[in-house]
């Protein structure tokens, strides 16, 4: 684990937390990215609904999985409530993070993040700008812009196995670089 304090003009503290995550054209691309849907995508998600309105500790937390050619980030980040810490937030989101790793996800939540992952697929192609930069897009990072069309078979494919091996591989706690932000007032001039 790596670990950073950033020492900066904010109003509130917050937190990001970093592990690398797969290539684009890897097969652990699509189960890292439902993962990274199932922690934050709409308020039911596990990192929102534990974060922002169950502990109240957090007005917003987010995951998400960058895509390209090489390895990117899978990023976590949590923006803490005033008078609460990114430690309560950290402790909290490698509990869920150890609790998929371990139990996996329900069939809700894995098929709630596919049909956001078709919503988002199919909303690419509703213009022709949309259209041309998707196919160009799946050109340069994965070779063929053909393979654009494989996108929703290879998301509809992902198990709750899938996701929990995803988990364990990925988001470990020796794998992992944290950000705190630690907000400092700004010199009045």
């Known amino acids: 684990?790596?670990?950073?304090k950033l020492h900066?003009?904010?109003e509130l503290p917050a937190v990001a937390i970093g592990f690398k995550g797969a290539a684009a054209s890897s097969p652990d691309f699509p189960p890292l990215n439902l993962l990274a849907s199932i922690l934050s995508t709409g308020q039911s998600s596990r990192l929102y609904k534990r974060l922002v309105y169950d502990l109240e500790i957090a007005t917003e937390?987010?995951?998400g999985l960058d895509e390209y050619v090489d390895p990117g980030l899978f990023t976590i980040f949590i923006q803490m409530q005033p008078g609460k810490t990114t430690v309560?937030?950290?402790e909290e989101v490698y509990r869920i993070l150890h609790d998929i790793a371990e139990n996996g996800v329900t069939d809700e939540e894995l098929q709630k993040a596919k049909n956001n992952a078709q919503v988002d697929y199919v909303?690419?192609?509703k213009t022709n700008v949309g259209i041309a930069n998707r196919l160009?897009?799946?050109?340069?990072i994965h070779g063929d812009y053909r393979k654009s069309f494989d996108v929703l078979e290879k998301f509809?494919?992902?198990t709750g196995d899938d996701i929990r091996r995803v988990a364990a591989a990925y988001l470990g706690e020796r794998m992992r670089t944290?950000?705190?932000?630690?907000?400092?007032?700004q010199e009045s001039t």
């Open 136 to 140: 160009g897009y799946y050109e340069v």
């Open 61 to 63: 937390a987010g995951a």
């Open 123 to 125: 909303n690419n192609f």
């Open 178 to 185: 944290v950000v705190t932000l630690v907000p400092e007032r």
């Open 156 to 158: 509809g494919k992902v």
């Open 8 to 10: 900066k003009p904010a």
């Open 1 to 4: 684990e790596r670990r950073i």
């Open 88 to 90: 309560d937030a950290e």
